[in-house]
């Protein structure tokens, strides 16, 4: 193989790990957004901000904890690599009470209702944060 192919092969390394590294801490700033601008009464709706790579998680947890939320979110979004799909999900019946307003109720009855903490929800304001983040460690990864 000439210089020219190994030099291109370490130039698309580099810059692969590098892309890498911006969605991972991209991703790791806005779930922490999202977690920590999370409406709080016991901690829970907090502390069920479930992160996964290539799937998405459908559990939930009795955990209060937003602290180990965070945690796992850096623990999970780690072993990311290029072209995989990270998620966080909320799996809480009430979540969709929080970010839209709307709750099911016994039969699947939608019925109205919102968080006076987080009006606006919590998702739809946090994800405008997203370009900022990865305009942000793209300079950085330079």
């Given at each position: 193989?000439?210089?020219?192919?190994?030099?291109?092969?370490?130039?698309?390394?580099?810059?692969?790990?590098?892309?890498?590294?911006v969605v991972k801490k991209s991703f790791i700033q806005l779930s922490t957004e999202i977690i920590?601008?999370?409406?709080?009464?016991?901690?829970?709706?907090?502390?069920?901000?479930?992160?996964?790579?290539?799937?998405?998680?459908?559990?939930?947890?009795?955990s209060t904890n937003?602290?180990?939320a965070i945690a796992k979110v850096i623990s999970t979004t780690n072993r990311y690599k290029l072209g995989d799909s990270v998620t966080l999900s909320n799996n809480l019946p009430y979540s969709t009470a929080i970010e839209f307003g709307l709750f099911r109720g016994k039969g699947d009855k939608i019925v109205g209702g919102f968080s006076k903490k987080a009006p606006a929800g919590v998702v739809r304001v946090n994800i405008l944060r997203w370009q900022k983040y990865v305009d942000e460690n793209a300079r950085k990864a330079r």
């Open positions: 193989m000439s210089n020219f192919a190994l030099d291109l092969s370490k130039f698309v390394n580099l810059t692969n790990k590098k892309m890498a590294v920590e601008t999370s409406p709080v009464d016991t901690g829970r709706f907090r502390a069920n901000w479930l992160p996964a790579v290539n799937g998405y998680r459908i559990d939930t947890t009795e937003e602290t180990k």
